[in-house]
């Protein structure tokens, strides 16, 4: 197209999708519990990460610049497992109903339960500078 191309640049790019993990819902009654072992799935999760790197000469050196930037579109993707509650298909958040009561969980008894690592890690960045001699 007559446009001249950078030189000395890499890109890449990793997409990963999983469709939700499967988990076993919340209930009181046995042979229910039973039936529905990991019959429902969690939310499912989506993350792009892409790299970066620019080299160039000066004198007998190499260098590369490089940049890495991980969760691009920064999605809060939910991890079963960390504070994820099966009675609701998503994370413990103060309201909840208590299994096996009547009761709401009050904004005491669902601090334990409310697991900052529910959600995987948010966009970030690391940058580096490579030398070759």
Not at 26 to 55: H, I, M, Y
Not at 62 to 88: C, H, V
């Amino acid at each position: 197209m007559g446009l001249p191309l950078p030189d000395d640049w890499d890109a890449s790019a990793l997409c990963t999708f999983t469709s939700g993990l499967p988990y076993t819902p919340g209930t009181t009654d046995p042979v229910v519990a039973q039936e529905t072992v990991n019959s429902a799935s969690g939310p499912f999760n989506l993350e792009v990460d892409v790299r970066l790197r620019k080299s160039f000469d000066a004198g007998s050196f190499r260098f590369s610049l490089i940049a890495e930037i991980y969760n691009l579109l920064n999605l809060k993707n939910i991890q079963i497992g960390y504070g994820f509650n099966p009675w609701t298909g998503a994370p413990y958040k103060y309201g909840d109903l208590i299994p096996t009561t009547n009761e709401y969980y009050d904004w005491r008894s669902v601090q334990p339960l409310m697991d900052p690592r529910v959600y995987s890690d948010l966009r970030y960045v690391k940058i580096g500078l490579s030398i070759i001699l």
